[in-house]
C-alpha cells in the first residue's frame, strides 16, 4: 500500500488555529515530513480575503514575513515539489452559483505577482485552484477553465490541482448524490477542460462505509477526463463536536486501503496540526508515531 507523500500547507489557516511557528519550526516539520516520504507540498491558499503569505501588492497585505519565499526556498534544497494555492475571496459561492468572474480578477494580477517574485525556483512545480466544491454549481467549471487556463498560459511547465468533496449524505444530507451520480455530474463540469492535471477528492467527505464506491466513482472521472487520480486523505476527524481532532489511526489505515487501488497518489489535510511529531496537538504526535510504527518502520524511534 502507498504512504502519504504529500500534504497541504496552511498557513493562512480558516478553520483550524495557528500553531504560530517560526522558520525554525518550520524547519523542524519539513524533516519530519521527509522522514516519511512527503515530497509534495501544496500551499492551499496564496492568499485569503485581506491576508497573504508574502508581501503582496495585489492583496494590500503590507509585512516583512515572506512565508512563500521561505517555502520555495526550503523545498528547492530539499528537492520537494510545491503547488501554490491561488487567492480565494471566501465569497465565491453564495449557494447557488459561483462568481467565477470575481475570482478570476483578483487572480490574475494575483498570479502574475506571484510569477514574478518565485517563478524561477526549481521547487514551483504546480498550482493549487483553492476554490473547493462537491457538488458542480453554475460558473464552477468556467472557474476551473479561467484560472486553469491562465495558469497553464502563463507557466506551461507547471501543472494543477484541484481537491473538490465528495458530494455525499455528509454534506449534502438532504439532497446528496450517489456515487454514480456524483461521477456523471462532475464528468459533465471536467470533460473537455484540458487545463486541470491532477484532481484529490476529500475522503473525509463521503462515511467510510461508501468511500471505496465514491473513489471508484471518482477513478472513472478522472480516467475519462484526462486527469490523473490522487486522494486526499483528511488526518483529521470531522464526527467530533469539536474542530477538528487528529484522526484515528485505525480510520487512517481504512482510508488509505479504500483509496489506494484507485489513487495515484496520497496527500493529505494536513500533516503539521493533525499528524507532525511537532504539532501543538499531542494526539497528532500520536498519529505520526503509529504510522511510522506501520509504513516507515525504518523510521521509528527517529524524532
Given at each position: 500500500m502507498k504512504g502519504i507523500t504529500g500534504t497541504f500547507i496552511d498557513e493562512i489557516t480558516w478553520d483550524i488555529p495557528s500553531q504560530n511557528w517560526g522558520f525554525a519550526d518550520w524547519r523542524r516539520d519539513l524533516d519530519a515530513m521527509q522522514r516519511i516520504g512527503i515530497d509534495t507540498l501544496i500551499v492551499i491558499?496564496?492568499?485569503l480575503r485581506d491576508r497573504c503569505t508574502f508581501p503582496s501588492k495585489v492583496v494590500g497585505w503590507n509585512t516583512d514575513y515572506d512565508f512563500a519565499g521561505f517555502l520555495f526556498e526550503e523545498a528547492s534544497l530539499r528537492g520537494m515539489d510545491v503547488f501554490f494555492g491561488a487567492y480565494?475571496?471566501?465569497s465565491s459561492f453564495d449557494g447557488r452559483e459561483v462568481h467565477w468572474r470575481d475570482e478570476f480578477a483578483i487572480n490574475k494580477p494575483f498570479i502574475e505577482e506571484v510569477i514574478v517574485r518565485y517563478g524561477d525556483y526549481a521547487s514551483f512545480k504546480g498550482w493549487y485552484?483553492?476554490?473547493e466544491f462537491g457538488q458542480i454549481h453554475t460558473g464552477a467549471r468556467e472557474l476551473f477553465m479561467a484560472i486553469g487556463s491562465l495558469c497553464r498560459e502563463r507557466t506551461?511547465?507547471?501543472k494543477t490541482l484541484i481537491s473538490p468533496f465528495y458530494p455525499s449524505r455528509l454534506l449534502y444530507p438532504k439532497n446528496p448524490l450517489s456515487p454514480d451520480a456524483f461521477a456523471e455530474q462532475w464528468l459533465d463540469a471536467?470533460?473537455?477542460?484540458?487545463?486541470?492535471d491532477f484532481c484529490a477528492f476529500q475522503d473525509g467527505t463521503a462515511p467510510l462505509a461508501e468511500l471505496g464506491a465514491y473513489v471508484k466513482a471518482?477513478?472513472?472521472v478522472c480516467d475519462e477526463t484526462g486527469i490523473t487520480l490522487w486522494n486526499n486523505v483528511e488526518t483529521f476527524s470531522r464526527d467530533f463536536p469539536i474542530k477538528f481532532p487528529p484522526l484515528?489511526?485505525?480510520i487512517l489505515r481504512e482510508k488509505l486501503r479504500h483509496s489506494d487501488p484507485f489513487a495515484a497518489k496520497h496527500i493529505t489535510f494536513e500533516f503539521s496540526h493533525f499528524m507532525s511529531p511537532n504539532s501543538v496537538y499531542p494526539a497528532a504526535r500520536n498519529l505520526y508515531a503509529r504510522y511510522v510504527e506501520t509504513y516507515c518502520p525504518e523510521e521509528a524511534g527517529v524524532t
Open positions: 491558499r496564496g492568499g480565494d475571496t471566501a485552484i483553492c476554490q506551461p511547465d507547471k471536467l470533460r473537455g477542460i484540458d487545463v486541470i471518482a477513478r472513472r484515528d489511526f485505525q
